[in-house]
């Protein structure tokens, strides 16, 4: 049987804000406050409420707001503020089919362009994955050490539109996750999959390790209403 680890309701969402810009913290901050629900799908937000919330000026909330409504957080009403999107059905099918789509190419790429770091990297993390969790792990650890997985793969591809992708879809995908409170596989469960995946990079095998990660993909999806990429 395999094992899962259920969502813990009153635990928040936690992301280091970016030491960069301020622009930059402004955009994690509000990014991790939709995902984990504080600003639910259809809320209704205004620059100037965000600002003073925030504490954050004209320019940096602005540019913050523009990347989330490139990143399909929300959308914008010309006169009427922002609305934070809704995560439908269909929404869900399309994140995966398109992760599916762009981690299968991330890791053929992988297997072709992996560095010696980035080899390291990859077989250092599934060593450590294969150690105990810390006592006080709950469904956001595990679901972050399934995130830098998927994210050294990415980088281990060398193209830098493909680790922006798969790191802009992942976080989407935390918010269907969070959305849903599912049970979430154990960093455990994944630990197979992690090995062999890194195995087929390091033997430089192009085609079985898009292929592992498209299966797992599909594998990994479940929706309420029935739908699958299978």
């Known amino acids: 049987m395999t ?32 995902i984990e629900g504080t600003y639910p799908p259809r809320a209704h937000l205004t620059e100037r409420e965000l600002a003073a919330q925030l504490q954050a000026g004209r320019t940096p909330m602005r540019e913050a707001l523009q990347r989330l409504v490139r990143g399909h957080f929300l959308t914008v009403v010309p006169g009427g503020g922002y609305f934070v999107t809704d995560i439908s059905g269909d929404a869900e099918l ?15 790429l992988a297997a072709e362009r992996a560095t010696v770091p980035d080899i390291h990297a990859l077989e250092a993390f599934v060593v450590q994955a294969a150690l105990d969790p810390p006592p006080d ?3 956001y ?12 793969i990415a980088r281990a591809s060398q193209n830098q539109y493909v680790e ?15 959305a849903r409170r599912p049970q979430i596989p154990l960093v455990a469960d994944e630990l197979e999959f992690y090995r062999k995946l890194t195995a087929a990079i390091v033997a430089r095998d192009v085609e079985r390790s898009g292929r592992l990660m498209e299966d797992h993909l599909t594998s990994s999806v479940q929706f309420e209403d029935g739908v699958s990429l299978a």
């Open 137 to 139: 792990a709950d469904g």
């Open 94 to 108: 399309h994140i995966y089919e398109l992760r599916q789509a762009v981690e299968a190419l991330s890791a053929r």
């Open 164 to 178: 922006s992708t798969v790191g802009d879809l992942y976080t989407l995908t935390q918010r269907i996750l969070v």
């Open 3 to 34: 094992a899962v680890w259920h969502w813990c309701i009153n635990t928040p969402v936690v992301y280091q804000a970016s030491p960069g810009r301020l622009s930059d913290q402004v955009y994690e901050e509000l990014k991790r406050r939709i």
């Open 141 to 152: 650890w595990h679901l972050g050490v399934d995130e830098r997985f998927h994210l050294l």
